[in-house]
């Protein structure tokens, strides 16, 4: 930055830059304040043409008893001249408004002012004024003012008002405290402040309670929300009524008094009795089921609690028990069809599990004589209603309060499962045989049961020997040596034996599903396997015959059933049956039949809205260590292990099964969570594809379409209905 401070010496030097600059002004021996500039007997022409920028701000700045600041940027001529004598704060203002036309502005400080380039204004300490005062900087000078909104939305005015700043200042929203930070110039800045003043209004729109006397409050908020649609465009004129079931009226708001009028008179012309005589009323339901709410509204009516319970509650968890058979699974009222669980054990025995049945589609009339009756009809989904006035009135309060939509849960479930499997073990075996010829012949030999191939000694011995009863060795790294007897027999060997495994497993499985609130919801992903259970011939006696072989069936995977409840403050309570089957491979098939593995979890827990809880599991770590040896021999050091066989086994099992719920309210979450778990699907569809080769031909992989908008693109089905085709010129003239 250069310094220009004006002194009395240097304004004689300035006449003498140009004679077409002229100067007069009455100095004033001190520094007036700025306040003060304006003084009707100290005025001053200027008369600037084509003069350097540099001295014409030291001219001004000596005029005004100002000091400025010039950045080294700030470059070029300028012209400023004034018709008459001006002030010293007319003769500020001018030079800040020739500046702005050169694309300089001027920041005002602490008894000085700095000339910057316009851009880096915004970034110097300017003055800053808070609310709408008046005072303060005025003119092109670089401003910034923070603004207090009451009523309109801060984000809402930064898009109406950042096309009114100048393109090298800013504009801001504080949603927390509602407020605007504009950095501009003071004059831009009062036409601003009158713009804010006016946005940030009161609405007119005014509420208006209307009781209706007749018809029903819900019917006409509906009908009113329709008719006074506003038009395409936007939402100025629109009008919102909503209904008050405790007092059967509406309250609307409009955004004028000739909207509200014209609501409240189309709500007195349909607020008339009825022609017809009766009083048979059919309600449409929306959400909920017709059915069972008809049966909860004639529990109502008639006062007899035990009207819902008797149907709706059958279909306890004992339904969900063994069989006779011991696998094939009783009926379930699950859903109301009977399941073949499939599970290894007797199935979930919490009762917030059992099935919700389904009554038919006609119930018994209940409450009727003067309460009236109510009959549902599922095929519409409608309740037909014969009651009086009054009653009519009670119902439908009730009727819009529980025909509501209700919220959905999507449940992720994640099942670890590590297995780690170590085998090490190592061991000696001896044999030997005297010489040949001799009536009796000495021998012996050393085997050990935990062996691999049981007798690997023999096996060796009858394999060198050519005997064909002999058996290959076990798995691992058998060495052994023998001394060959003159006519081809084994005389004397050993045999060593050692084996290391590591086996290590790790498996996970998300099942995951959606379901309504307060429903039972259940997957299952497996196998459905075959299991002996008995064979026997038809002739029993001799043996022969047909043999006949009776196979039970078992269903082995995952299953998840679970029933989610959604709580007022947020939380879910879940009430969880989790099992997981498999068959054990680990253990060698017998002929009683396989053997199965099962995990299964049968809880209840409270969680937060996407929050990942714990639902239990197993750490289990098994280790064995044998030892086989020969008594004395197996004791010597060192030279004890030719005479031993160890064998050492460790077994690590991590289970765990964890649980996420997540609440989808509306359409919109529900479209984000699908289109989530699709993406996720084409990606991996994407990352399976195979490479290209050049010498295997390219077939293709199957893959999802891409989603958009919710919709699949490019899969062969419609994005939209198809629009019914106009009739044929024929067919219009016979209808004319």
């Known amino acids: 930055m250069k310094t220009h401070t004006a002194s009395p010496k240097s304004f004689p030097a300035l006449r003498r830059l140009s004679a077409a600059a002229m100067l007069c002004c009455a100095l004033a021996p001190a520094a007036v304040p700025a306040t003060a500039w304006a003084q009707p007997n100290d005025e001053a022409a200027l008369n600037f043409v084509g003069a350097d920028i540099e001295s014409v701000v030291k001219a001004v700045g000596h005029y005004t008893n100002i000091t400025f600041l010039i950045d080294p940027r700030v470059k070029g001529t300028i012209n400023l001249v004034s018709e008459k004598p001006i002030t010293k704060s007319q003769a500020f203002s001018l030079l800040a408004s020739a500046l702005r036309l050169q694309g300089y502005a001027i920041v005002s400080g602490d008894g000085y002012a700095k000339v910057v380039p316009e851009a880096e204004a915004k970034l110097q300490a300017s003055p800053t004024v808070v609310g709408g005062a008046q005072s303060g900087p005025k003119g092109d000078q670089v401003v910034t003012q923070v603004f207090h909104l009451n009523h309109e939305n801060s984000a809402n005015l930064v898009t109406v008002l950042r096309p009114l700043i100048t393109p090298n200042n800013t504009i801001n929203a504080n949603p927390g405290n509602n407020t605007l930070v504009i950095t501009d110039y003071a004059d831009n800045l009062k036409r601003l402040a009158k713009i804010i003043a006016a946005l940030d209004a009161p609405s007119a729109a005014d509420l208006d309670v209307i009781p209706v006397r007749y018809a029903i409050a819900s019917d006409l908020a509906a009908m009113v929300n329709k008719l006074m649609e506003p038009g395409a465009g936007g939402d100025s004129g629109r009008v919102t009524a909503v209904p008050d079931p405790r007092t059967n009226s509406l309250v609307v708001r409009a955004p004028s008094a000739a909207r ?3 609501a409240k008179s189309l709500i007195a012309k349909l607020d008339q009795p009825t022609a017809q005589a009766g009083n048979v009323h059919v309600v449409y339901l929306k959400n909920a089921e017709a059915t069972k709410l008809a049966e909860t509204l004639r529990a109502v009516v008639s006062g007899d609690s035990g009207a819902v319970g008797g149907q709706s509650g059958q279909g306890g968890l004992a339904s969900l028990g063994t069989g006779s058979g011991g696998g094939q699974m009783g009926q379930s009222n699950l859903g109301g069809q009977g399941a073949q669980t499939g599970s290894t054990t007797g199935g979930p025995t919490n009762p917030a599990l059992s099935g919700n049945s389904r009554s038919g589609s006609q119930s018994t009339l209940g409450g009727g004589g003067a309460a009236g009756f109510i009959q549902a009809d599922a095929t519409t989904n409608t309740l037909i209603i014969t009651a009086p006035e009054a009653v009519y009135r009670n119902l439908r309060a009730v009727i819009d309060q529980l025909d509501v939509r209700r919220a959905q849960v999507y449940i992720e479930a994640m099942i670890v ?3 780690a499997n170590k085998l090490s073990e190592f061991g000696v075996q001896w044999a030997g045989l005297s010489g040949e010829g001799h009536t009796y012949r000495v021998g012996g030999a050393t085997t050990y049961n935990n062996v691999a191939g049981s007798n690997s000694i023999v096996n060796l011995n009858g394999l060198i020997q050519g005997s064909t009863g002999a058996s290959a060795p076990g798995s691992g790294l058998t060495l052994g040596i023998f001394k060959q007897l003159a006519n081809g027999k084994l005389g004397l060997g050993a045999v060593a034996h050692a084996l290391g495994a590591d086996d290590d497993s790790n498996i996970l499985s998300t099942p995951n599903m959606l379901t309504l609130d307060n429903e039972v919801a259940t997957i299952k992903v497996g196998q459905n396997v075959p ?5 026997y011939a038809t002739n029993s006696t001799t043996g022969g015959g047909n043999p006949f072989t009776t196979v039970d069936r078992k269903d082995i995977g995952i299953t998840l059933k679970v029933r989610p409840q959604i709580s007022e403050g947020g939380t879910i309570k879940l009430a969880i049956y989790n099992e997981s089957s498999s068959i054990d491979t680990s253990v060698a098939s017998n ?56 064998k050492r086994t460790r077994k690590k099992t991590n289970l765990m099964v964890f649980l996420r719920p997540v609440v989808v309210r509306n359409r919109e979450q529900g479209m984000s969570l699908t289109a989530d778990r699709y993406d996720y699907m084409r990606a991996t569809q994407q990352a399976a594809a195979p490479e290209p080769s050049i010498t295997v031909q390219s077939l293709g992989a199957p893959m999802l379409p891409p989603l958009q908008d919710g919709k699949p693109v490019g899969s062969g089905q419609l994005a939209s209905p198809i629009a019914p085709a106009a009739p044929s010129v024929p067919e219009q003239k016979q209808q004319q």
């Open 531 to 535: 299991i002996v259970t008995g064979s």
């Open 260 to 262: 509200a009028n014209l």
């Open 591 to 646: 002929a009683n039949g396989l053997i199965l593995k099962n995990r299964v979890i049968e809880n209840n827990i409270v969680a937060d809205d996407g929050q990942v809880l714990v639902l239990g599991g197993l750490i289990q770590d098994d280790s064995s260590d044998g030892v086989e040896k020969v008594p004395g021999l197996g004791d010597i050091p060192l030279i004890g292990n030719l005479f031993k066989y160890q």
């Open 417 to 419: 499962e590590i297995n």
